[in-house]
C-alpha cells in the first residue's frame, strides 16, 4: 500500500467511522461497512441517510477508480437505479469520474463528489419517487456514449472513439495523426489537442489505452 493511498484511507476512515478496512482478495484495499452521509445538494432538501457498502480501493488509485457495491439490499436492481450487472455502483462514466477524482485526488474527495451525489440521489428517488433529482443520464452504453459526447464537444461515436484512442497513445505521436473534430488538421494544429490534454494530466497513457481497449470496445 503506497504512503498517498495510506494517508488517503486515515482521512476517509476519520471521516466515514462507521466504515473499516476488510480482507482483499484483489490487489488494493477493501473497506466495508455504513456509510453515512447528509446532504443538501443545489438547494434540494436535506437528506440523512446510510447505505451499507463494499468499496474496493486500486492500488493506483488516485488514476485507477474504486468500484463500489451496495450490500444491505436497499437500492432496489430492477434497472432504475443504475446498478451496474457485476452488481456494482453505476456512479458516472469513467472520464467523468476521472475529472472528479482529479479535481479532489483523495477518498474523501471521491466520497462527497462521486458517492453522495449518487446515494443522494437515490434516496430522493426512494421517498419520492419519479426521476433522479439532478436529472439522468441513459443507463449503461448509452448514456456512457452521451456523456463523452458531452465531455469532448463530439457528436459522432466514431469521433468519441478515435479520441480515446488518441489519449492511449503519446503526445507527440498523437499530435501528428488526424484530428477527431474532422476539421481536416492533424489533432496538433487544431485547438482541440487542448482538450485532450487536460484529461491527459488526470491519468497516465497507459489508463486511456486500457480503458480504449477493454471498457469503450465492450459499449
Not at 463500489?68 to 450487472?85: L, S
Amino acid at each position: 500500500m503506497g504512503v498517498n493511498v495510506l494517508k488517503c484511507l486515515n482521512q476517509f476512515l476519520d471521516d466515514y467511522p462507521s466504515m473499516s478496512t476488510a480482507p482483499c482478495f484483489n490487489a488494493g484495499v477493501c473497506l466495508r461497512g455504513k456509510f453515512h452521509f447528509k446532504a443538501d445538494i443545489s438547494g434540494s432538501e436535506e437528506i440523512e441517510d446510510s447505505y451499507k457498502l463494499e468499496i474496493i480501493v486500486p492500488e493506483k488509485f488516485p488514476q485507477a477508480l474504486p468500484k463500489v457495491k451496495e450490500t444491505g439490499g436497499k437500492i432496489p436492481k430492477d434497472g432504475n437505479f443504475h446498478v451496474n450487472p457485476d452488481g456494482s455502483l453505476c456512479l458516472g462514466s469513467p472520464l467523468r469520474l476521472l475529472k472528479k477524482v482529479h479535481s479532489f485526488p483523495d477518498l474523501s474527495g471521491f466520497a462527497s463528489k462521486c458517492l453522495v451525489p449518487y446515494l443522494y440521489a437515490i434516496s430522493y428517488k426512494l421517498r419520492n419517487g419519479g426521476d433522479f433529482v439532478f436529472g439522468e443520464l441513459a443507463h449503461g452504453e448509452q448514456g456512457i456514449v452521451d456523456d463523452y459526447s458531452h465531455l469532448l464537444g463530439l457528436p459522432e461515436r466514431a469521433q468519441i472513439t478515435q479520441a480515446i484512442q488518441l489519449l492511449g497513445v503519446k503526445k507527440r505521436i498523437a499530435n501528428k495523426r488526424p484530428c477527431p473534430c474532422e476539421c481536416g488538421n492533424r489533432l496538433g494544429a487544431c485547438s482541440f489537442h487542448h482538450k485532450l490534454n487536460d484529461f491527459r494530466k488526470m491519468a497516465p497513457v497507459s489508463w486511456f489505452k486500457a480503458h480504449a481497449l477493454n471498457d469503450w470496445n465492450r459499449i
